[in-house]
């Protein structure tokens, strides 16, 4: 393939590119749709988790006001990084979208603060809820995937398993309205369940293009496709 070929091929991919978000922006705009998602956060967060779930959420602004909750104005990141919230995790009754995010030493300590896990009033019926790697631990000890399938991180399946949970090694377990996601990279299938769920394939496609390694976006996106279409169509809660 000539240099000429390839530079025809990456321009051709970009317009394409460029066309679907401007298709997708204009519906949205049309429709006048306003989505609020919640991000729970807490001290000793993963970092990947909460920063990639943000930017991908960040990259459309018409569809959704993305809100971080915690317990504090702010709350510290496994790596030291601090990061101020927009409200009390309270507010998640009231949010559209409630995603939760991960921390090997952050997830233990929640589960064992009463301030934390007592205000945490989530909705199923009424609510899109996700949760990344061992965010699903908080869903569990909620009670709202007993007698579900869900994932975690890998390294994490034991002991959720021995608090009695149905542990699936897939990377996206959805549940009806319940989606949990197994390892951080696999935040591209959870916000892209979100973006189809809530408009369609475009819209996530939209989002998450940016992202794809160069070369790839066909292969990327068979992936992700497939597994958000495996996940759903294995659900036992449709």
């Known amino acids: 393939m000539t240099f000429l070929m390839i530079l025809l091929r990456y321009i051709n991919e970009g317009l394409t590119s460029f066309l679907l ?21 807490f001290d000793d967060f993963t970092d990947v988790d909460f920063f990639l779930m943000y930017d991908l959420l960040g990259r459309t602004t018409d569809s959704w006001d993305v809100r971080i909750l915690g317990t504090k104005a702010e709350h510290n990141s496994q790596l030291g990084i601090t990061v101020k919230t927009n409200g009390h995790i309270s507010e998640v009754k009231d949010q559209d979208v409630v995603l939760i995010t991960s921390g090997y030493r952050g997830i233990p300590a929640v589960l064992q603060d009463e301030n934390f896990m007592s205000v945490l009033k989530l909705n199923p019926k009424k609510q899109l809820i996700g949760s990344i790697c061992a965010g699903s ?32 090694d897939l990377p996206l377990v959805i549940e009806g309205n319940i989606a949990t996601a197994g390892g951080c990279l696999s935040l591209m299938y959870l916000v892209g369940w979100l973006a189809e769920r809530l408009f369609d394939s475009n819209k996530r496609k939209s989002i998450q293009d940016q992202l794809i390694p160069a070369g790839q976006s066909e292969l990327f996106e068979e992936l992700i496709s497939s597994t958000i279409q495996s996940a759903q169509s294995t659900s036992t809660y449709k």
């Open 21 to 41: 978000f401007l298709i997708d922006d204009a519906i949205t705009k049309a429709k006048g749709i306003m989505y609020k998602v919640g991000i729970v956060l």
């Open 137 to 168: 631990f908080i869903l569990h000890e909620l009670g709202l995937l007993n007698d579900k399938k869900l994932t975690t991180n890998p390294h994490a399946k034991a002991t959720l398993e021995s608090m009695g949970g149905d542990v699936q």
